[in-house]
Nanobody, 128 residues
Framework: QVQLVESGGGLVQAGGSLRLSCAAS????????VGWFRQAPGKEREFVAC????????YYADSVKGRFTISRDDAQNTVYLQMNSLKPEDTAVYYC?????????????????????WGQGTQVTVSS
């Protein structure tokens, strides 16, 4: 069982940066692949990025590639999403999610139905 809590959202101007954090409970966090998703008003929840158990493999949606960076610190039971060069279209509620996986690296999951645990979300608003 994993409980996830996101933080770090806020209001930022276009071109600015934010770093989101996803803090997890439990001693076995290192067994989980972790992803970030986002949901804008009136839209479906969409995949943003994910990171493998050992942190060696990362995968990004095309819309954020080159601007966002996902990382993890298992000693702190935390996954981060560094967001640079933010655009108004990045405005959304951002969620982190986790799923147990046997693979240490090399796998990725883009479908929200593939994740078992979710946080409550944090709002990111980018003004133009």
């Amino acid at each position: 069982q994993v409980q996830l809590v996101e933080s770090g959202g806020g209001l930022v101007q276009a071109g600015g940066s934010l770093r989101l954090s996803c803090a997890a409970s439990g001693r076995t966090f290192s067994r989980y692949l972790v992803g970030w998703f986002r949901q804008a008003p009136g839209k479906e929840r969409e995949f943003v990025a994910c990171i493998s158990r050992n942190g060696d493999s990362t995968y990004y949606a095309d819309s954020v590639k080159g601007r966002f960076t996902i990382s993890r610190d298992d000693a702190q039971n935390t996954v981060y999403l560094q967001m640079n060069s933010l655009k108004p279209e990045d405005t959304a509620v951002y969620y982190c999610a986790a799923r147990y996986t046997r693979e240490y690296s090399g796998s990725y999951y883009r479908n929200r139905n593939e994740y078992d645990y979710w946080g409550q979300g944090t709002q990111v608003t980018v003004s133009s």
